[in-house]
Nanobody, 125 residues
């Protein structure tokens, strides 16, 4: 059984920082690309960041570029999302996802095979 378990969400003030973690089990973590997505109420789930299976390359949505950093520790089966300079617009449920293909770093949520349960991030003004 594949499981992705997120943690680290919470309430922060604008300009603050937060670090999300996602621990994977039931798969060969080093063989999958990982991504972070977020979803606001009444909106579609949108791409935030993705990282290659080795952690050597990452991509970001324009809205978070320069503020967010995705990383992974394959020895711990964990992917992280460091969020700095947070804005109220960043408020959303954040999800981690795994792409079993592993050779790409997709931006499309439909390319991902496994999903975590989500963790709430709220940024106050």
């Amino acid at each position: 059984q594949v499981q992705l378990v997120e943690s680290g969400g919470g309430l922060v003030q604008a300009g603050g920082s937060l670090r999300l973690s996602c621990v994977a089990s039931g798969l060969t973590f080093s063989s999958v690309a990982m991504g972070w997505f977020r979803q606001r109420p009444g909106t579609e789930r949108e791409f935030v960041a993705t990282i290659t299976r080795s952690g050597g390359t990452s991509r970001y949505a324009d809205s978070v570029k320069g503020r967010f950093t995705i990383s992974r520790d394959n020895a711990k089966n964990t992917v992280y999302l460091q969020m700095n300079s947070l804005k109220p617009e960043d408020t959303a449920v954040y999800y981690c996802a795994a792409d079993n293909a592993g050779w790409d770093m997709p931006l499309d949520r439909r390319r991902y095979d496994y999903w975590g349960q989500g963790t709430q991030v709220t940024v106050s003004s």
